[in-house]
């Protein structure tokens, strides 16, 4: 089999190749762990029953939903308690619920974000709302 | 029929993956086994297109050719539907990837009362052709953060700016509503337009409502289902780095996603989807149209055994001139009878 300008064929595959691949070979030799948001600030510590507003798993996956609706809910309806499903009361606010209790964001809501590609200003909510200070 | 036919066949990718997951439990199949052989057919048979194609000898020019050719230097002509040298060519080709330039000069004939044949200008498939692409294109760049850690710049930057209406959480992105709204465009108008239903087969409805389903799906799993993006960009990390772990639960909708994109790339060299690294091979718009201005060889040329006319007229001389045909050079003294041409 003859090819017929090969040198611009070879070419063009082997950089069809080097693209197609590129998640192969910029991985390589790279440690990629996943993040282990922490959970170890005071009011989590004090608490007995380490336990979010919703379960671990509807948390993980739906935070941010959660987010929306309680932001609706407060800016749109003016409504500020949110009873949970196992009936404890939480306000509906993202500086002084969520970071009450995660008041380390950059060890947690950061270290995740930062892993699904997420810029560290996103969510864009801390261009407004206040981040809680951090010692560290 | 053909329509029918594709749709079936998506539904029962998008079944297979539902019963493999959720009543077989096939993940490492589903989550390992199938990317690898996909990708593997990917590159294998895109290579393969390539080599089969550049191995088909080009011998002359055939660019189609839209407008003025190189001439005189008074006669306006137009470089890029009819490039004369390798510039131009590179110029026409640029805008043809890049820009469709070829799908836009598309008109659309009609024949209305009188009878009279109207030619419109026709731009709508041009648009959604290139929303498509594009969006693709953002698409598919923005999954390159589950397969980067730590996730490139630009490829943060990409997902920020698609999603900068800030609509809802997770934000909606821009990309998304064109791929979508592109594709049911494209579908809908095979579906609706007689003459272009008449020419579409399989090969055209799959490869589109593959597309919708993708979006459909993969929208699904960012703005409603949701699933765990940790465990998700573990698995493609896993994947690149040929060092998957038994994958954890993740929703089957995600894994719905997955076979139907493993699909569509494994599909890809062997369908009109191949036109993505067919572009760069056709004849009609790679080559300037220099025919006139260069001098072709014909590559496969074997060594023709030629005669001038010089040799010719010294091997018929005497039966041209018994003939009576005009010969060149009358024969020498000595030999046989020489008869002048007047004589007949």
Not at chain 2, 123 to 134: D, E, P, R, S, T
Not at chain 2, 295 to 300: D, I
Request: net charge positive; glycine share 6%.
């Amino acid at each position: 089999m003859k090819i017929y300008d090969g040198k611009f064929i070879i070419a063009g595959l082997v950089a069809f190749i080097g693209l197609a691949t590129f998640p192969i070979w910029s991985n390589i030799g790279k440690a990629s762990p996943l993040p282990e948001p922490k959970l170890d600030t005071p009011a989590i510590q004090q608490m007995e029953q380490k336990q979010c507003v919703l379960t671990r798993d509807e948390m993980r996956t739906g935070h941010m939903r959660l987010l929306d609706e309680w932001r609706i809910e407060v800016v749109r309806n003016g409504g500020r308690i949110y009873t949970a499903t196992d009936g404890k009361i939480y306000e509906m606010s993202l500086q002084n619920e969520c970071m009450r209790c995660h008041s380390n964001k950059t060890r947690f809501c950061d270290a995740c974000h930062s892993y699904v590609g997420l810029p560290n200003s996103t969510p864009y909510c801390w261009t407004c709302h206040i981040a809680p200070r951090e010692k560290d | 029929m053909n329509f029918i036919m594709s749709l079936v066949a998506v539904l029962a990718l998008v079944l297979t993956a539902f019963l493999g997951i959720e009543a077989a439990g096939l993940r490492t199949f589903f989550s390992m086994a199938v990317p690898y052989v996909a990708f593997t057919l990917f590159i294998a048979g895109t290579v393969y297109r390539v080599l089969a194609w550049a191995s088909s000898p080009v011998p002359f020019r055939i660019p189609t050719t839209a407008g003025q050719q190189k001439t005189f230097p008074w006669i306006k002509r137009n470089r890029f539907d009819n490039p004369a040298n390798k510039k131009e060519v590179l110029g026409r080709m640029i805008l043809e990837v890049l820009l469709f330039r070829s799908l836009f000069r598309n008109t659309k004939a009609e024949i209305e009362k009188g009878p009279k044949l109207y030619y419109q200008w026709e731009k709508w498939l041009w648009v959604g052709g290139l929303a498509l692409h594009y969006s693709f294109l953002v698409i598919l760049l923005r999954h390159l953060r589950f397969f980067t850690e730590p996730v490139p710049f630009f490829v943060q930057a990409l997902g920020g700016m698609d999603s900068f209406l800030q609509v809802g959480l997770p934000g909606i992105y821009i990309s998304d509503s064109v791929f979508m709204l592109a594709v049911i465009y494209l579908l809908v108008r095979r579906l609706i337009i007689p003459t272009v239903r008449y020419i579409s087969l399989p090969g055209d409805y799959f490869p589109l409502i593959l597309m919708l389903a993708i979006g459909v799906t993969g929208i699904l799993t960012r703005y409603f289902t949701r699933v765990d993006l940790l465990k998700v960009k573990q698995l493609a990390l896993g994947l690149a780095k040929f060092q998957s772990s038994a994958p954890e639960q993740v929703g089957t909708i995600f894994y719905i996603h997955l076979l139907l994109v493993c699909t569509l790339i494994a599909y890809f060299p062997f369908s009109k989807l191949m036109h993505a690294g067919g572009i760069f091979l056709s004849p009609t718009r790679n080559l300037p149209n220099d025919s006139r201005i260069r001098r072709h060889v014909n590559p496969w040329d074997y060594p023709v055994e030629v005669q001038t006319y010089a040799e010719y007229e010294e091997r018929f001389r005497e039966k041209m001139i018994e003939a009576g045909l005009p010969v060149a050079k009358e024969i020498a003294a000595g030999g046989p009878a020489v008869y002048p041409l007047t004589k007949k």
